[in-house]
């Protein structure tokens, strides 16, 4: 199934995404955990698709599945059945020995508690990861500074986590991200740990991103993030709910 002509797009949020083939294609996604002899159906047959440059949030109940479903995305996990294709690779079929390198080159992955190296500076929690890409090192170090001036800490470069506020953490976490051009960034609720001014700060950031081109799927609690996105998905045991990125679906999840 295509949404080709169908992208969601929706005057109010201005909806950028470029009528392409899609980024991400998932189809069927199936993954069941076993709790003791009791089979757990986490993803009971997810398919959608997301074009280049959408910014989609996920939504739905504690054990809806969202965070199965991102880790499946990013490949940090194998479905139990179905597919996930990024750039049109089936990455669901990636050989166990290929997933480091197609997890560094193909997704970036933001978290709640930012997860940066407390020892390192912002520039060095940035720079690491593009060890193992044979970037130069002075390339990264400029690559590195480029991406922390963006996300608005150029004067924080040689700061270390705990000498950075909640939300800088953040953004040095998304510039980290970024590092290797990812074709999708995973957001695990980065708004998560912040306070709602701090908040807007990320959700602006993520939306600028977006506009620029870069696909982002955020997974939130927060339905005042969710409206700010193009495109919300909500799941409900282990299926999506309501997609508003299906015609005649919008506004639905809301
Ligand atoms: N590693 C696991 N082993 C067993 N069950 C799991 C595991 N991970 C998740 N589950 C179960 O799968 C369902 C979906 O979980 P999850 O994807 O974490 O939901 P969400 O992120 O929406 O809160 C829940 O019922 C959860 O208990
Ligand atoms: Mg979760």
């Known amino acids: ?3 080709k002509g169908n992208n969601g797009r929706n005057g109010s949020n201005g909806n950028h995404a470029v009528d392409s083939e899609p980024v991400l294609r998932i189809r069927d996604l199936r993954k069941t955990y076993m709790q003791g002899k009791i089979p757990v159906h986490a993803l009971d047959g997810v398919s959608f698709d997301v074009k280049k440059g959408e910014l989609l949030s996920i939504v739905g109940p504690s054990g809806s599945g ?3 479903l991102l880790s499946m995305i990013g490949l940090l996990d194998r479905p139990t ?5 990024i750039d049109d690779v089936e990455i669901t079929k990636a050989k166990e020995s290929e997933a480091p390198r197609i997890r560094r080159e193909k997704i970036g992955f933001v978290f709640q508690h930012f997860n940066l190296l407390a020892t390192l500076t912002a520039m060095e929690n940035v720079d690491i990861a593009m060890r193992f890409t044979g970037t130069s090192k002075n390339r990264r ?7 922390l001036t963006m996300v608005g800490l150029g004067d924080r470069v ?3 986590p705990s000498e950075l506020s909640g939300g800088q953490q953040q953004r040095v976490a998304i510039a980290r991200a970024l590092a290797n051009e990812p074709a999708i960034l995973l957001a695990d ?3 998560g740990a912040v306070d709602t001014k701090t908040r807007e700060v990320i959700v602006d950031l993520l939306k600028g991103l977006s506009e620029k081109g870069q696909t982002i799927i955020v997974v939130t ?3 005042d993030v969710a409206r700010q996105t193009d495109r919300i998905i909500t799941m409900r045991d282990g299926m999506i709910a309501s997609d508003t990125g299906v015609k005649g679906n919008e506004g639905q999840g809301l």
């Open 81 to 85: 059945d179905g597919s996930v294709f």
């Open 141 to 147: 170090k400029e690559r590195a500074f480029e991406l």
């Open 189 to 191: 609720e980065p708004t």
């Open 66 to 68: 969202k965070s199965t």
């Open 158 to 160: 040689k700061h270390k």
């Open 1 to 3: 199934m295509s949404n």
């Open 221 to 223: 609690h927060d339905m």
